[in-house]
């Protein structure tokens, strides 16, 4: 297993998600609500901008490695799908949302891995609909965990908006997987 700088930071990021649940079983006698939502998400946006920085180092330095393809999406979905059963607990994204987007993680996760196992792992290689959902998570995520008007800007309001949108990119990108995949399913089940 290698081990770089844009490793560590993808390592970074996943040992920030306990960090970042743990927050919300502190008692509000120690931590007051607000100050807990906004440094929770402060550490989002910290963990959300290591996956844009050790993807941009990893290409810069010449340290890509298979196992860094390997982990950089796992800590994405591990993020993303703790900070939405954040959320669901604060009732703060609707369970259908969160549904979506974490079936969605499942399945293309699985349909990449089925892929990769029979050589055609280039038909479901990311595509720019899975980076639009990817950023609107991102945006949307830690605006919904500060919850506050931060500078006037009503951020539960925008992340409501911004959540709703990813959840259609989500269902989007899946179609344009499976799209994608299709032939192969095809062909592998009239074989079975």
């Known amino acids: 297993m290698p081990f770089n700088l844009p490793i560590a930071l993808t390592w970074l990021r996943i040992a920030m998600i306990p960090l970042i649940v743990a927050l919300?079983?502190?008692?509000?006698?120690?931590?007051?609500?607000?100050?807990?939502?906004?440094?929770?998400?402060?550490?989002?946006?910290?963990?959300?901008?290591?996956d844009w920085f050790d993807g941009w180092l990893a290409r810069r330095w010449n340290q890509t490695s298979s196992f860094g393809a390997f982990l950089d999406p796992v800590a994405d979905k591990l993020m993303v799908c703790a900070a939405l059963l954040i959320l669901l607990n604060l009732d703060r994204v609707d369970a259908f949302i969160a549904l979506i987007i974490i079936g969605r993680e499942i399945t293309i996760s699985a349909l990449r891995e089925w892929m990769a196992k029979i050589g055609a792992s280039g038909s479901v290689a990311v595509h720019w609909l899975g980076k639009f959902k990817t950023a609107a998570q991102m945006v949307a995520i830690p605006c919904l965990l500060f919850g506050q008007p931060l500078f006037g800007v009503p951020t539960d309001l925008v992340g409501q908006a911004l959540i709703v949108v990813a959840a259609v990119l989500t269902v989007w990108s899946m179609c344009y997987y499976l799209k994608r995949a299709w032939p192969e399913i095809r062909t592998r089940s009239e074989r079975s």
């Open 24 to 50: 919300y079983y502190v008692p509000t006698s120690l931590m007051p609500e607000a100050t807990r939502d906004a440094v929770g998400a402060a550490f989002f946006i910290i963990a959300a901008l290591t």
